[in-house]
């Protein structure tokens, strides 16, 4: 054990941490940890199984949480901790709420492992915060709601599985409407959940609130994936032409001499989308498609058509 | 830990007192720098130890700690004393550049849809995180997807501030149309709408309801109290018709419902400014119908009629 009298060291204190290391890297079978104390030579009369255990209290005394589940070690918390206020905490839990309508993949698991990394490193009073916040329904999203959580889930896994749906839901007029579709994503709008899909005939997108779905079918027919959503070009001028922020989905395609700007929208609820071009008055124009340029039309007629 | 239950004393047949002994130095040293005398008295104090530890102990541990991966230095302040610390190891906060990535892809798919209060404390926290980890790029990437990037975070609070106060603020902003000028605002509230913050409140200069854009917003020149909403404002009501299911409907903070059928409802609203108000009429498209008052009704109508020229001119 001695090289040099600087190089002494301490052969338990070693084999602690590096016990502690490998419970950061995940689980840890039983069979390795006594493999470890015992320098593989564990030939099942020697104490190292007491000596596991006065390291495990050695650290349950300091404040280190490891619990055995199924004959393998796990780690509730660590050494360091951050420093986290109740601030914090909700936005973690903020966080974890809006990863859980994200799909199944790669994502999901990254994050999940992220916040791990964040919630063994708590101490007492973040452990204490998560609690009391956990329990708590005054954060904005509608999905804390459990009715909603499950519809949720249903939605998540019918994107996965691509295949076409049947819903009915409550329309943005208040009407109930049915609808066979493609799922695409789940994505937040102004605070809420909605079912992405493309509609039957392929062009039209849909966005769903959740809480506005009154029923889900999932057909026995293949969602379409050759269909591409309709493209919209609409024109904007003056003072919204200087303000106006382009959406993920849109992107400019050229600004005139007048410094009016042309804009391409492509992946927009297209019922969504004349709503919001409706409120932008005399600034906004759509020049494509012809068949949304009429509807705009339409619509302006039917409201000069109330007066 | 049965024994420890019923006696309440810690012994050598409880526990490792090698491994508590290096737990508690290494707490200690990651705290920053301790000299030999500090570590000493801490040992003491420190209950079930009580006892001090020689300075060749000290090196032991020290030399273990080196040895699981600690970076354990030490410095000599002005009083000529050494002091140790460790200022890197095994233990620290590491996430991998994929797990980093998901959190910026979990922030992305909500930046959008939280109240700004919540907005700033995402992204303090992972500010936060930011500063336990070496990643440059985590920061710069929650940036590229925030709302907050153009956005002096400093003038964002003292404006949050100002509307709960309902102060009276002076700013200076970048006018699209007229450049850099001085406004007068009475702070009403901050708000997200398609993607971008605005501070709305009732302007001085056109003595009307209305939003700023915070990235216009250069600097705040002046905070004063503000009793109430100056009388010589303009305001005006007007009553409209909504065709939709009530169950639906959410009424705005200054519209009232005053009468309601199962498919129809009548809105009464107090604005000071017909753009906006203007701007959420149309959005309801012919489900809506101004009653009243005609001045407004005819304005809108030569509104809609200049939208529908808009098509027919080209």
């Known amino acids: 054990m001695t090289k040099k009298l600087t190089e002494k060291y301490n052969d338990a204190c070693i084999k602690m941490f590096t016990f502690l290391k490998m419970l950061y890297k995940g689980d840890v079978e039983f069979k390795k940890v006594i493999d470890l104390l015992s320098d593989g030579k564990y030939d099942g009369t020697s104490n190292t199984h007491v000596t596991l255990n006065k390291y495990l209290n050695a650290m349950r005394i300091f404040g280190i949480k490891v619990k055995k589940i199924k004959n393998k070690y796990h780690l509730f918390s660590t050494l360091s901790k951050l420093n986290l206020s109740q601030e914090d905490i909700k936005s973690i839990l903020m966080l974890k709420k809006a990863n859980e309508i994200l799909p199944d993949g790669k994502v999901k698991n990254n994050f999940n492992e992220f916040i791990h990394e964040l919630e063994i490193r708590y101490d007492d009073s973040a452990k204490n915060l998560n609690e009391i916040e956990d329990n708590t329904d005054n954060l904005d999203f509608e999905f804390y709601n459990s009715e909603m959580a499950e519809q949720i889930k249903l939605c998540e896994k019918y994107c996965q599985d691509k295949q076409k749906l049947e819903i009915i839901y409550i329309n943005p007029k208040g009407e109930e409407t049915n609808l066979i579709c493609s799922p695409l994503e789940q994505i937040y709008l102004k605070r809420k959940i909605c079912l992405k899909a493309l509609g039957n005939n392929g062009s039209r997108i849909y966005e769903i609130p959740v809480e506005n779905i009154k029923s889900l079918k999932q057909l026995p027919i293949s969602a379409s994936s050759q269909s591409i959503p309709t493209t919209v070009v609409y024109k904007i001028k003056n003072r919204l032409a200087k303000n106006y922020k382009l959406r993920d989905w849109e992107r400019l395609d050229k600004i005139e001499t007048d410094n009016s700007r042309i804009i391409v929208n ?27 340029k009429e509807e705009m039309i339409d619509e302006i007629n039917k409201t000069l058509g109330n007066y | 830990m049965k024994e420890f239950s019923k006696t309440q004393k810690v012994t050598y047949n409880l526990m490792s007192f090698t491994a508590y002994k290096a737990l508690v130095l290494f707490s200690l040293l990651s705290e920053g720098p301790k000299s030999y005398d500090e570590i000493c008295d801490y040992f003491y104090n420190k209950t079930y130890l009580n006892e001090k530890i020689s300075i060749d102990t000290l090196r032991v541990y020290i030399n273990s700690l080196k040895r699981i991966g600690c970076e354990v230095k030490r410095v000599r302040g002005t009083d000529k004393i050494s002091r140790y610390f460790i200022s890197a190891s095994p233990f620290e ?56 990037k153009d956005v002096d975070k400093n003038i964002l609070n003292e404006l949050i501030e100002c509307c709960e106060r309902n102060e009276e603020v002076t700013i200076t902003y970048n006018s699209p149309n007229s450049g850099e000028k001085q406004i007068e605002i009475l702070a009403d509230k901050i708000n997200i709408e398609n993607g971008k913050i605005y501070l709305y409140g009732f302007g001085f200069e056109y003595m009307q309801y209305g939003s700023f854009l915070l990235s216009r917003i250069k600097k705040i020149d002046d905070i004063k109290p503000a009793d109430k909403i100056p009388e010589n404002f303009r305001k005006i009501k007007v009553v409209y018709e909504l065709k939709c299911n009530p169950d639906y409907f959410t009424p705005e903070d200054n519209e009232k419902i005053i009468k309601k059928t199962s498919d129809k409802l009548t809105i009464e609203v107090q604005t000071s400014n ?13 489900d809506c119908k ?25």
């Open chain 2, 93 to 148: 906060l590491k996430l991998t550049v994929e797990q980093l990535q998901s959190a910026v892809k979990v922030y992305k798919s909500i930046v959008k849809n939280i109240d700004i209060r919540d907005l700033i404390s995402i992204e303090n926290l992972f500010e936060k995180i930011g500063s336990y980890i070496d990643n440059q790029d985590f920061i710069a990437d929650i940036k590229k997807v925030s709302m907050l």
């Open chain 2, 290 to 314: 101004i009653l009243e008052p005609d001045d407004f009704k005819n304005s809108f109508i030569q509104l809609l009629k200049n939208m529908k020229a808009g098509y027919y001119c080209d």
């Open chain 2, 274 to 286: 017909e753009f906006l108000l203007k701007q959420r009429l149309l959005g309801f498209g012919a």
């Open chain 1, 266 to 292: 492509k992946n927009e609820d297209l019922d969504l989308l004349v709503k919001r071009l409706m409120r932008y008055g005399t600034e906004c124009e759509i020049l494509s498609p012809k068949f949304l």
